[in-house]
């Protein structure tokens, strides 16, 4: 553990889980005070267990419903109220749904876009002043989704590719107000989200998920599923001093599954 994360207050959301679970980990083992932010109190639960077994301080939890105004709000009050400030902000929540297409309905598209899009506007929006204020930063997990669509995660591929562009548009904004803004696009990942992903293409191509699995690695060419902890490391890293000159870049995490130079 470094002295560098000691004092400040990092912020999770989806941190119930996966990614963000093992984001809050990471950041409490190098000794931050962590909020984790989710639908439900007793994944939360668990969370902040395994941030204390880790090492870490015992995270706030913050149980809501992010897709909402009202939901950040009550998130951004909470975090305000108790520490009166904010040093990193990592949007993680969402969960986009693949498929068929001309399956897929419109309320699907939108809760896409309200989890993933929208609360990471609004809490940027709303935490901005504390980020400003600590010299801060926001780490945005969005997804290679957004640099490479495909016809069976069009719902992942839109929200991506505009939360890319937003992340983008608000580091100009974090070069006048000293707060570090970038993103990380994780690949496929074990986690529960990815094995709910793999039935969903299965069922949209009408094949088995272990055969989907095999086909994704032998078409990217990757040697492994990435793990959680691949995409936290970097989280930590983009947070701290070394990774001050870093911004408003998109870093893959996806073991080389990226097909472009960018």
């Known amino acids: 553990m470094t002295a560098e994360f000691q004092g400040k207050v990092v912020v999770v959301t989806g941190g119930s889980r996966g990614i963000g679970r093992a984001i809050g980990v990471a950041f409490g083992r190098e ?6 932010a989710a639908a439900s109190a007793g994944n939360l639960s668990d969370a902040a267990k395994a941030v204390v077994k880790a090492g870490g301080l015992e995270p706030m939890i913050a149980p809501g419903d992010l897709r909402t105004l009202a939901g950040c709000e009550a998130l951004f009050k909470a975090v305000n109220d108790r520490f009166k400030r904010c040093d990193v902000l990592v949007n993680n929540a969402g969960a986009t749904r693949g498929g068929n297409f001309f399956e897929l309905p419109d309320e699907a598209f939108i809760d896409g876009f309200a989890l993933k899009y929208f609360a990471a506007v609004r809490l940027t929006r709303l935490f901005w002043p504390l980020l400003k204020a600590s010299h801060g930063s926001i780490i945005n997990i969005i997804g290679g989704a957004a640099r490479t669509p495909g016809p069976e995660f069009l719902i992942g591929g839109s929200v991506n590719s505009a939360f890319a562009n937003f992340s983008k ?32 293409f299965a069922k949209a191509q009408n094949k088995t998920p272990e055969e989907v699995r095999k086909e994704s690695l032998t078409r990217t060419g990757t040697r492994r599923i ?13 947070a701290s001093a070394k990774a001050r000159h870093i911004q408003g870049t998109a870093i ?8 472009g130079l960018f």
């Open 252 to 259: 893959a995490v996806d073991g080389g599954a990226t097909g």
């Open 31 to 36: 000794g931050a005070q962590c909020v984790l």
């Open 169 to 200: 548009g608000v580091a100009a904004l974090g070069n006048r107000d000293d707060v570090n803004v970038n993103v990380i696009h994780p690949g496929m990942v074990e986690t529960d989200r990815v094995v709910t992903l793999f039935e969903q």
């Open 226 to 238: 990435g793990q959680p902890e691949d995409v936290a490391e970097l989280a930590v890293f983009l």
